[in-house]
């Protein structure tokens, strides 16, 4: 890696001419916020939870009122576009109310894209009014279409509920893209079967590789397949073709020429994104990270609380932003089993 600001190209870097934004000390405009809602969830996959998990104490987390004041405060300073992440999303309680509100940035123009990345358990209930808020596309985290091994990565989901929630979704007009966590041994073997149903449906299909964050019960040198090697594999059968499209996010996406659908691959060991990074995070309890795989992170609960106006909030968030990394440092193998970061995912939001 080189040293010192990484010169790129504007569009790359997210900046929209004439709208206030926030530039990090490397020259990429701070564009997008993904805030976990709440750790808590209602499945407890093997990569990303230890099964006996504790979460962050309730009278820690924002309430919502306070989520959309931050949010909305994120929104004034150029962001422009927003994912509700956890833990599970859906499982908040009144978390439609926090939607419904934050759409009002939607509806001024001030924020292009509302979108939620979800484990689809609550899709059934929910879909509907996700698109009447707004919502237009949504991700949804689902490793396997095989019941019994559904039911060895989630530990607790239920997969009838999750392929009639996704049904749903996409009844209600909803644009759903599949996240596939790529397992070595475990799920590697159904990615084409995956890719095929998701094209079938109209959904794109992206995979990612395992991240080192948090201690997990399992062993990750175990689990880690870098997709290398299954862009490698699947070029025996499938003609992939690079494309330029983009989500906003850190994905790569090939157009399967066989299918027409897209295939995206997200690649944090294999090759490392973080030159065309736009994003923070935020957590349920307010504390900010300006990187997925580093330590370093602002409060922004306390001058959140501190006064009813945004100005101490917002130099809070502009100090914060004069400390984002240039870039994590994952590594998996033998000698590094360990999370390079001790949070988990579900804290800081995937
Ligand atoms: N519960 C929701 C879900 O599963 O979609 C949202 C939160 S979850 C933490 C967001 C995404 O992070 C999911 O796609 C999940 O598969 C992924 N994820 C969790 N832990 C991970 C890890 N250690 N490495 C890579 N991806 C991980
Ligand atoms: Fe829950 Fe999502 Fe983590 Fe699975 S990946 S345990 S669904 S937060």
Known sequence: MTEGPIELPADTLGAVSGQPSMIDPFGRHV???RVSVTDRCDF???YCMAEDMTFLPKRDVLTLEELDRLCS???EKGVRKLRLTGGEPLVRRNIIWLIRQLSRHLNTGALEELTLTTNGSQLGRYASELMDCGVKRINVSLDTCDAKKFHEITRWGDLDKVMGGID???DAGLKVKINMVALK???EHEIETMMKWCHGKGMDLTLIETMPLGEIDGDRTDQYLPLSQVRARLLDTWTLEDIPYKTGGPARYVEVKETGGRLG????LTHNFCESCNRVRLTCTGTLYMCLGQDDAADLRAPLRAS????LLSSAIDEAITRKPKGHDFIIDRDHKGPAVTRHMSVTGG
């Open 265 to 268: 691959f997200i690649t944090p």
């Open 44 to 46: 407890r996959c093997v």
């Open 168 to 170: 749903t979704a996409l």
């Open 308 to 311: 009813e106006g945004n100005e």
């Open 73 to 75: 405060a994120f929104v």
């Open 31 to 33: 564009s997008y916020l």
């Open 185 to 187: 041994d475990v799920n």
